[in-house]
């Protein structure tokens, strides 16, 4: 090999040396601009990602807005509503207990009588003739039954008690009677359960067993506390006393026996009603929260065959009325003329 040829050798080895490094170079090069683009790409997925996530979330809170702006809606038209309470139209009286008559027509025939402060509502109003100046279609409900029927719209008055209001004080009115009533012949109890015989002996050396029953109540003072809730303490002149059971005396009225409060649940005398259970009422002035009210009692006549379970069989004449005033403050009844 001559000097020319080594000296070719060697610039090829140069070269084969310096494209081995060229290459090796753009190895590098290639595989760091792979990583470069798997980074890239690998950031711009997460990206995605998080845009869908958030949207996904700014979509269910929206949502959840609508939703609660939506319940907001209800609530306000909830309130609305209650605003738009009803009035009613009732029987007006003027001290009188005589009934109104009720026909199948404006110059028809009597069908029916409605008592003092009877509720109805107005279907259809109508001209008036020589009888009355203005008629009124009504329907109402007597005695679990429904009617309909026309009357005299000059003894019918319209409301502006709102029905709400009526059925709360009802509702008061409600729970006097049925403490009342409860009370005349036996020491109020509640709702009972248990039952106990208690023995009694008397002077003559004779025994009496009655009957005590379980009260809802522990105590006397939740039984005040209960009649506070809507009467006056002077409403009622029955007295709540707790007797002592080791001594028992018959006719005592409560016991407390194994901590709990058991009533007497026999009476030695009776009482007797012809009232139906049904009364209506007017409240003829509202405001401090004080209420004055008349309210008209159902009984049978005295001479009445009907029975008291099953009045829609009954007739007209077969029922009298009474009108009597209660007063109510704060919810609370400190007034009030019970029925017989």
């Known amino acids: ?27 590098k090069n290639n595989e760091k601009n792979k990583t470069i ?20 979330i700014i979509n269910k809170d929206n949502t959840n807005k609508d939703i609660k702006d939506n319940k907001d809606n209800d609530a306000v ?5 209650t605003d738009k309470d009803t009035t009613i139209s009732y029987v007006s009286c003027d001290g009188n207990t005589a009934l109104l008559n009720v026909r199948n027509s404006t110059a028809g025939d009597i069908i029916d009588g409605l008592s003092c402060y009877q509720k109805v509502n107005i ?14 279609k009504i329907s109402y409900q007597k005695h679990d039954d429904n009617y309909t029927g026309y009357a005299c719209g000059t003894y019918i008055k319209k409301s502006n008690i709102k029905e709400s209001t009526i059925n709360k004080v009802k509702e008061i009115i409600d729970k006097a009677n049925e403490y009342y009533e409860k009370t005349m012949v036996m020491p109020y109890c509640g709702n009972t359960t248990d039952v106990k015989d208690i023995t009694f002996k008397n002077e003559d050396g004779s025994t009496f067993t009655g009957e005590y029953v379980k009260s809802e109540y522990k105590t006397i003072d939740e039984i005040k506390s209960y009649l506070n809730t809507f009467a006056s303490p002077s409403l009622f002149k029955t007295e709540l006393k ?51 009210i008349n309210i008209s009692y159902e009984y049978l006549t005295d001479d009445s065959k009907c029975d ?21 403050e704060d919810n609370i009844i400190t007034k009030m003329d019970f029925h017989e």
């Not at 279907?123 to 009124?136: M, P, Q, R």
């Not at 009533?263 to 139906?276: A, E, H, L, M």
């Not at 008291?308 to 009954?314: E, T, Y």
């Open 37 to 56: 683009m798997y980074i890239v790409v690998g950031i711009t997925i997460l990206l995605l990602v998080g845009a869908i996530i958030y949207l996904v």
């Open 242 to 292: 707790l007797s002592d059971i080791n001594t028992p005396k018959q006719y005592d009225d409560y016991y407390e026996i194994d901590e709990n409060l058991y009533c007497r649940n026999y009476s030695g005398k009776g009482w007797k009603s012809n009232y139906t259970g049904n009364y209506n009422i007017e409240i003829t002035s509202s405001s401090d929260n004080k209420y004055m």
């Open 308 to 328: 008291l379970k099953d009045l829609s069989k009954c007739s007209n004449n077969n029922f009298k009325y009474q009108i009597g005033k209660v007063v109510i």
């Open 123 to 136: 279907e259809e109003e109508l001209e008036g003739n020589e009888a009355c100046d203005k008629w009124y």
């Open 77 to 81: 038209d909830n309130i609305k509503d």
């Open 1 to 27: 090999m001559n000097d020319i040829e080594k000296q070719i050798e060697g610039v090829e080895e140069n070269e084969n040396k310096e494209r081995n490094i060229n290459m090796n170079r753009l190895n």
